[in-house]
């Protein structure tokens, strides 16, 4: 957990949303146990239904992991739709495909092994719903990579647009402020991208506050 969002406001949020299956909550156990960032039942319950929302039948991620937040895209897209993983990280890759086929979602997802922002240029649009979770300092140039490929009516969704890691939630809102402080790269990352996407007259962007908080922003 987080001191940016409450433990007890996230409690409430994953008590509200979608249950997750056996094999999400077996996700949560290995996230927990390797000490491995996701972005949590609360949050993938909101990712799914965003998809559902805007009848996503492609998705594309910047940064997949071992497949967490794949995996409750994969439950919103139809049969023939298709989610795109992007990781860095073998293990990683064979273990996501392990998932997604125990969850009967092999038929409608593609796991990429290399950098997504390469991998996304090998790519015809449109997507439906892209996500952003790769290396913060990069956020920006992950947008600029696709957003000509997102379907009009579509979102682009930003994982850790609040904290992190190596984020500072108070530096990071005096930047957005329009302040100007010393901080760490990917806290600069996370506000160039913020100030981007609002930015794009194309886009209409606001924020999820859970787990580690959620741009989203739509292509009008």
């Given at each position: ?20 299956d ?93 950098d ?8 015809d649009?449109p ?65 160039d991208?913020?100030e ?9 962007t ?15």
């Amino acid at each position: 957990m987080n001191d940016v969002v409450p433990e007890h406001i996230e409690r409430f949020a994953r008590l509200v949303g979608p249950d997750g299956d056996e094999v999400v909550a077996e996700m949560d156990a290995h996230a927990e146990e390797t000490g491995f960032p996701t972005v949590g039942p609360a949050v993938g319950g909101w990712l799914r239904l965003l998809a559902r929302m805007v009848d996503a039948r492609r998705v594309f991620e910047f940064g997949s992991g071992f497949g967490y937040s794949a995996y409750w895209f994969a439950g919103a897209v139809p049969t023939e739709g298709e989610v795109v993983l992007t990781e860095f990280d073998a293990e990683n890759c064979e273990r996501a495909r392990e998932y997604l086929a125990r969850g009967g979602y092999d038929d409608r997802t593609v796991v990429e092994q290399g950098d997504a922002i390469e991998t996304v240029e090998r790519y015809d649009g449109p997507f439906d719903v892209v996500l952003v979770d790769n290396e913060k300092e990069r956020y920006t140039e992950a947008f600029e990579a696709v957003r000509e490929k997102v379907a009009p009516g579509g979102v682009v969704l930003a994982d850790n647009a609040m904290t992190a890691g190596p984020i500072d939630f108070d530096a990071l809102t005096e930047l957005v402020a329009g302040g100007d402080v010393e901080t760490t790269d990917a806290t600069r990352g996370i506000a160039d991208y913020l100030e981007t996407v609002r930015a794009a007259p194309d886009f209409e962007t606001t924020l999820l506050p859970v787990g580690e908080g959620v741009a989203v922003s739509f292509h009008r």
